[in-house]
């Protein structure tokens, strides 16, 4: 599923600063840089509200129409940083696009289905990096893992990549691996060499402390 061109309002940021990025947060703007084929870095100022709403529905690749002034501007979220402990977005870095254009960018993989019984789903990746139109981006991949046996490993190349994506990541990449799932004797020997060793570092720490 391509994406959609998602509309955002812009002010033309004209302070800059700390101070002048935290009223512009505190006024419910995030700001953000524009950059991108050659031409000069413009700031800029986007509302948190409506950023943050296209993000959630489509993602951190989503597609944006920036108005600009009057002016229209195609771009995609390059860098996003977010406050650890509030969420808030701070800042965003914002790449210039143009239509037929290809970028890279990462997309998330989505398992599916259930595996054979008696196995253990891994992932050991959450996303593959692609090639593809700027205004043609999917969504995420599915990975299907129904009825799955162990021994199966899915790698990048086995990711089903529409028409005009191709694959950055490295093909051998793996993403999914099917185990055979532990059986209670196998979670009960791992309990008791868990508290073995346990055990074994006390001991050990009581030597040293005797020692000394």
Known sequence: MAREVNNLTTQ???????????????????????????????????????????????????????????????????????????????????????????????????????????????????????????TNLPEDFEVSVEDAAAGVRITAADIELPAGTTLVSDPEMLIVNIIEAPSESDLEAGEDEGVAGAIAETQAADKAESAE
């Open 12 to 134: 033309i940021r004209s302070e800059f600063g700390k101070g002048s990025a935290r009223r512009a947060r505190r006024e419910g703007l995030v700001p953000a840089v524009l950059y991108g084929h050659h031409t000069e870095p413009r700031h800029l100022l986007l509302n948190s509200l409506e950023f943050s709403a296209v993000l959630r529905a489509h993602g951190t690749n989503s597609l944006l129409t920036l108005d600009i002034e009057g002016e229209e501007q195609l771009a995609l979220p390059k860098q996003i940083d977010v406050h650890p402990l509030t969420r808030i977005i701070e800042h965003t870095d914002l790449l210039v696009v143009r239509k037929g254009e290809k970028v890279v960018v990462e997309i998330s993989l989505t398992l599916t289905g259930d595996s054979a019984p008696g196995t253990l789903v891994t992932q050991d990746a959450s996303y593959i990096e692609v090639e593809a139109d700027a």
